[in-house]
């Protein structure tokens, strides 16, 4: 091997003027020897020079280290560092993993000079997380050194958090405009993030329930459902242009409302949304139902029952209250729609190039419209169930029997148990 140059003018593994030498013992293995000088590994490594102080290089020369073959390497390149000056050891490192090597070899020899500066240099570059896991054992072992190591590591103020989460918020709901198409990869990465940052925590509650975070949130939605209007109001002249290129715009806008969704619902913002999907839908049905669409944009037209799907779900098992005049129109506008789509779904289920959707979507629909129809005075009851089986024959979606059953009980025992609960009331006011 190359000898070393040092400042002072040894030379490392040079017999000529080494009066020491250092062995590396294997278990089954020939020991490896190098010459040293004990003026060198005294000055560098408080390991050698406690050694050195109670040995005699005179009558036992040779310093033995037991060394596990598979760091063997970085404990040669830790003895061929002490002959370097201060400023070059640094320059010597090629790799993040040779660097964790060394410093593992000369923190455990006690070689300060060293293990600064692989300190320096593992904290200057990156790490991948196989190397992250390396670093953070050896951090361990370090003391006060491991401070600027771990740096990077230590868990961001609230404040950091918060910055964070609602410039991603910003980017993954396109607020900045304009915004380049070539940058969708970069905000459906942005998209991902947030939804690993509010995985439930302690942390994650306190920014999302930041008054800043929902305002943003808030507003995020806005855009991503103005995107949608305007997408909306150009789909005639781009659909005759290019249908494919039209329906995929609004695909779009709609995935990311989708994806909007399902963060409400983890931040418990969804009383926001079902108001902003309802303000939106009559539009959205408007367009959508167009004679000039009625045997296109199937993409589309199930996503947006997918969407609505996570609305009647959040209004159906009552984390989303709303007066009973907005739950009606909710099932009425809605309720058509999703029967007639899911009807030509069914007879084109067989078709391979037609929109398949998942039956168990279907099936929590249609439990959560049952939900809300039972919850609704008995007269708007009434309208649905009316129309429900006006249509039964042409649409078996959704099943509303449970409802009507329950109806039909309430109707004809509503009488007799009303007046049987007020005979004891103190309200004479109340009328049947």
Same mark, same amino acid.
């Given at each position: 091997m190359d000898p070393v140059k040092l400042v002072e003018g040894y030379k490392f593994d040079d017999h000529t003027t080494s009066d020491v030498r250092v062995c590396f013992k294997f278990i089954d293995e020939q020991p490896e020897w190098f010459s040293c000088h004990s003026s060198v590994l005294s000055q560098n490594s408080k390991y050698f020079a406690d050694w050195l102080g109670?040995?005699?290089?005179?009558?036992n020369n040779c310093i033995e280290l037991e060394c596990p073959r598979v760091d063997y390497d970085h404990y040669v390149k830790m003895l061929k560092l002490m002959y370097l000056p201060r400023e070059s050891v640094i320059d010597s490192f090629d790799s993040v993993k040779s660097a964790v090597g060394v410093l593992r070899a000369s923190n455990s020899l006690g070689c300060e000079l060293v293990t600064k500066s692989c300190v320096e240099y593992i904290e200057a570059a990156s790490w991948d997380e196989k190397e992250e896991e390396e670093i953070l054992e050896v951090a361990r072992t370090l003391g006060s050194e491991a401070v600027s190591l771990l740096a990077r590591l230590q868990a961001p103020s609230a404040d950091a958090v918060k910055n964070v989460f609602i410039s991603a918020i910003r980017f993954a709901t396109c607020m900045e405009s304009p915004f380049p198409p070539f940058?969708?990869?970069?905000?459906?990465?942005?998209?991902?993030?947030?939804?690993? !940052?509010?995985?439930?925590?302690?942390?994650?509650?306190?920014?999302?329930?930041?008054?800043?975070?929902?305002?943003?949130?808030?507003?995020?939605?806005?855009?991503?459902?103005?995107?949608?209007?305007?997408?909306?109001?150009?789909?005639?002249?781009?659909?005759?242009?290019?249908?494919?290129?039209?329906?995929?715009?609004?695909?779009?806008?709609?995935?990311?409302?989708?994806?909007?969704?399902?963060?409400?619902?983890?931040?418990?913002? !969804?009383?926001?949304?079902?108001s902003c999907w309802s303000e939106?839908?009559?539009?959205?049905?408007?367009?959508?139902?167009?004679?000039?669409?009625?045997?296109?944009?199937?993409?589309?037209?199930?996503?947006?029952?997918?969407?609505?799907?996570?609305?009647?779900?959040?209004?159906?098992?009552?984390?989303?209250?709303?007066?009973?005049?907005?739950?009606?129109?909710?099932?009425?506008?809605?309720?058509?729609?999703?029967?007639?789509?899911?009807? %030509?779904?069914d007879e084109n289920s067989k078709n391979e190039t037609?929109?398949?959707?998942?039956?168990?979507? %279907?099936?929590?629909?249609?439990?959560?419209?049952?939900?809300?129809?039972?919850?609704?005075?008995?007269?708007?009851?009434?309208?649905?169930?009316?129309?429900?089986?006006?249509?039964?024959?042409?649409?078996?979606?959704?099943?509303?029997?449970?409802?009507?059953?329950?109806?039909?009980?309430?109707?004809?025992?509503?009488?007799?148990?009303?007046?049987?609960?007020?005979?004891?009331?103190?309200?004479?006011?109340v009328s049947l």
């Open positions: 109670q040995n005699d290089v005179r009558s940058l969708g990869d970069l905000k459906t990465s942005a998209q991902e993030q947030i939804d690993f !940052m509010i995985h439930e925590d302690d942390d994650t509650a306190l920014v999302t329930t930041d008054e800043d975070v929902k305002s943003v949130v808030q507003e995020g939605l806005r855009k991503l459902l103005c995107a949608l209007r305007t997408r909306l109001d150009l789909l005639s002249t781009e659909f005759e242009q290019s249908p494919d290129q039209a329906e995929q715009r609004i695909l779009c806008s709609l995935a990311d409302i989708d994806w909007i969704a399902n963060l409400f619902a983890k931040i418990e913002m !969804m009383h926001d949304f079902v939106i839908s009559d539009h959205i049905l408007s367009v959508v139902q167009d004679k000039k669409y009625i045997s296109g944009l199937w993409a589309v037209k199930a996503k947006l029952i997918e969407v609505t799907g996570k609305a009647l779900d959040a209004v159906g098992y009552g984390s989303v209250v709303l007066p009973s005049s907005s739950r009606v129109h909710i099932l009425k506008t809605w309720l058509p729609y999703i029967q007639m789509t899911k009807h %030509f779904l037609s929109v398949q959707m998942d039956s168990d979507l %279907f099936q929590n629909i249609e439990s959560a419209i049952v939900s809300m129809v039972l919850a609704l005075p008995s007269d708007d009851q009434a309208d649905i169930l009316s129309e429900w089986m006006k249509q039964a024959e042409q649409f078996k979606y959704p099943d509303l029997t449970e409802a009507f059953e329950v109806w039909c009980y309430r109707s004809k025992t509503a009488k007799r148990r009303l007046v049987g609960g007020l005979n004891g009331a103190s309200n004479p006011t």
